[in-house]
T-cell receptor, first 120, second 112 residues
């Protein structure tokens, strides 16, 4: 059974960088059938796609976050990571890592989510 | 990109049917057969219930169905049960040369 687990600091100061890692077990980030992505949900709001990475390192980002976000994959550690820089309080959200099927990018597995709070 | 448009809430009595609409554009829903739906109980991770417009993952009952017409997708839940009370999000693949994913704003389904 595939499992995804987010980790990283829960509290970040404004203007700093939010860094999260997703560790994958029960499957491989090197699979050619899937992308690995990040999705967030601000308090009281809906889901927002942040971006994806393929095992080759190819990345795709939300147009609204492009320029602030970097997603990378480490196949040797079977994990992938998110960096969101120049954060503001609007970036406070539950951040989910996810496995996305390569055709259609629907999510079949989600991490449990981790709260990332931006506050001074 | 703009979020897909969903009603904020729908409700129904046990045993009834409810349908949630999800309106986008020719750049997303209308242009691809890649609409998915997720059920989300607060505090838990969302769960995939429909993918590729009409397909159900293993374990999802056939009283849950999806469809699409033009730029609008729909999710129908028949034989409403207490466990169906949750938030539901539609999602579509989008973009041709620079692909991305767009979600709807979410619909709260209340079982009366």
């Amino acid at each position: 059974q595939l499992q995804l687990q987010e980790s990283g600091p829960g509290l970040v100061k404004p203007s700093e960088t939010l860094s999260l890692t997703c560790s994958v077990s029960g499957g491989s980030v090197s699979s050619r059938s899937y992308y690995w992505g990040w999705i967030r949900q601000p308090p009281g709001m809906g889901l927002e796609w942040i971006g994806n990475v393929y095992y080759t390192g190819d990345t795709y980002y939300s147009p609204s976050l492009k320029g602030r976000v970097t997603i990378s994959v480490d196949t040797s550690k079977n994990q992938f990571s998110l960096k969101l820089n120049s954060v503001t309080t609007a970036d406070t959200a539950v951040y989910y890592c996810a496995r996305m099927f390569s055709s259609g990018w629907w999510v079949d597995y989600w991490g449990q989510g981790t709260l990332g709070t931006v506050s001074s | 990109q703009s979020a897909l448009t969903q009603p904020r809430s729908v409700s129904g009595s046990p045993g009834q049917s409810v349908t949630i609409s999800c309106t986008g554009s020719s750049n997303d829903i209308g242009g691809y057969h890649y609409v998915s739906w997720y059920r989300h109980h607060p505090g838990n991770a969302p769960k995939l219930i429909i993918y590729d417009v009409t397909k159900r993952p293993s374990g999802v009952p056939d009283r849950i169905s999806g469809s699409k017409s033009g730029n609008t997708a729909s999710l129908t839940i028949s034989g409403l049960q207490a466990e169906d009370e949750a938030h539901y999000y539609c999602c579509s693949y989008a973009g041709t040369y620079s692909p991305y994913v767009v979600f709807g704003g979410g619909t709260k389904v209340a079982v009366l």
